[in-house]
């Protein structure tokens, strides 16, 4: 099993819906996971981190963590166009290495 | 601004001929890392830094260098580039308390 893993998509999602991005991680990773969004040729962007279990929100974006059953979920909320990007799930292994997951291609139609 | 910056944003070079990435960060950030990013495999780790001095090898460091002589500067050095080397290439800084990275614009490589 990979470090981290993520269906690559695409996911495509109306406009105003809620858009569902999940990522499942082995043990070989720490307990700190990461949200990154990425449009097409530009650098990954940090839009959430979380470290313990449960829900952590910010404006329409909700991470989720459930360590028992090695689980992080990325929830955006009133889809807009402008959050098509691959997302990417990323988990700390060690003190300084990201592990990422292969990214999920998100698109919001009107 | 905070930023991590990279330099060149494009390069094409031929093979053997030794390059420089560049990369800068103004945050006083210990850790520095090197990341490629491939399609179908993903971003990978290259080389990574804790602090000035301080360099160890990622998952793919085979054909790079890197040296931390200063605490905001660590560049990548390909001593004889190859064209498996052709990728994209980000550089990443960290603060030892905070623990997500934030990553420069990127260097797109090209080897002919």
């Known amino acids: 099993q990979k470090e981290v893993e993520q269906n690559s998509g695409p996911l495509s999602v109306p406009e105003g819906a809620i858009a569902s991005l999940n990522c499942t991680y082995s043990d070989r990773v720490s307990q700190s996971f990461f949200w990154y969004r990425q449009y097409s040729g530009k650098s990954p962007e940090l839009i959430m981190s979380i470290y313990s279990n449960g829900d952590k929100e910010d404006g329409r974006f909700t991470a989720q963590l459930n360590k028992a059953s090695q689980y992080v979920s990325l929830l955006i909320r009133d889809s807009q166009p402008s959050d098509s990007a691959t997302y990417l799930c990323?988990?700390?292994?060690?003190?300084?290495?990201?592990?990422f997951g292969q990214g999920t291609r998100l698109t919001i139609n009107p | 601004e905070a930023q991590v910056t990279q330099n060149p944003r494009y390069l094409i070079t031929v093979t053997g001929k030794k390059l420089t990435v560049t990369c800068s960060q103004n945050m006083n950030h210990e850790y520095m890392s090197w990341y490629r990013q491939d399609p179908g495999l993903g971003l990978r780790q290259i080389y990574y830094?804790?602090?000035?001095?301080?360099?160890d090898k990622g998952d793919v460091p085979e054909g790079y260098k890197v040296s931390r002589k200063e605490k905001r500067n660590f560049p990548l050095i390909l001593e004889s580039p190859s064209p498996n080397q052709t990728s994209l290439y980000f550089c990443a800084s960290r603060d030892r308390a905070e623990k997500g990275y934030t990553f420069g614009s990127g260097t797109r490589l090209t080897v002919v």
């Open positions: 990323a988990a700390l292994q060690g003190a300084q290495k990201l592990v």
């Open positions: 830094s804790m602090n000035v001095e301080v360099t």
